[in-house]
């Protein structure tokens, strides 16, 4: 795998394809496991985060490369159960339907049609599978009996080339020590570094000043 690839999704126009993933210590683990398909142990795989730290990203990756449906947990209750399970399926944030019966029963029965059918399953949540809450018994247990892959928040070389693609998504060229000084001073997350850009170059603009150190430290109010 290369390691100029990049990972994370934009505000407009979400880069969401395998060419697009940076590889670090933070989610090589993950990425590894997504590359093993189709040889998940039992065709399934849960997929683990915080938020900002990749999962939907890789879902596409890994939907694009089995042609799965791409569904939130949801939206599972009120889908069509035996016509989505003639597909690999991916279901997203499963912890959302922690307090939802009906759609941990469709899910289910979801997870025991697809696999059935022969095909795969990835199931994706912000912490790892013990804690999703769920209250259907033989669902959880379904849960806990799956192989896990666990996504990190973004280390410093996987946040600096994340900040270098939103600034060049932009037509912008940093100055050299303005990555640097934002990496130590702001939240560890894609979505925080996306924000960061978008104020920066909003400020930038409306000031009609250079965007560099000096305008990130009046924005973030640090030294």
């Not at 022969?118 to 009996?145: F, I, N």
């Not at 939103?166 to 640097?180: G, K, M, N, W």
Request: proline share 6%; charged share 20%; glycine share 6%.
């Amino acid at each position: 795998m290369s390691s100029q690839q990049l990972s994370f999704d934009l505000p407009a126009k979400p880069a969401l394809g395998r060419g697009d993933f940076f590889v670090s210590p933070a989610n090589a683990v993950a990425v590894s496991m997504i590359d093993m398909w189709p040889n998940w142990v039992g065709r399934k795989l849960t997929l683990c985060g915080p938020e900002g730290s990749g999962k939907t990203h890789l879902t596409h990756v890994w939907a694009a490369a089995s042609s799965a449906h791409v569904v939130q947990a949801q939206d599972v209750r009120d889908a069509d159960i035996p016509a989505l399970s003639r597909n690999h399926v991916a279901i997203e944030d499963v912890p959302d339907i922690a307090h939802d019966a009906a759609a941990q029963e469709a899910l289910f029965h979801l997870h025991n049609l697809v696999l059935a059918e022969g095909h795969s399953l990835l199931l994706t949540g912000v912490c790892a599978p013990d804690h999703w809450g769920l209250t259907l018994p033989d669902l959880q247990s379904r849960m806990q009996g799956t192989q896990n892959a666990a996504l990190q928040l973004p280390d410093d070389t996987l946040l600096a080339a994340v900040l270098a693609k939103l600034f060049t998504d932009r037509q912008i060229t940093p100055p050299a020590d303005l990555i640097p000084y934002l990496i130590p001073r702001m939240d560890r997350s894609f979505a925080r570094a996306r924000d960061l850009v978008d104020m920066l170059d909003r400020q930038s603009l409306a000031q009609r000043r250079k965007l560099n150190r000096a305008l990130a430290k009046e924005l973030l109010g640090t030294g």
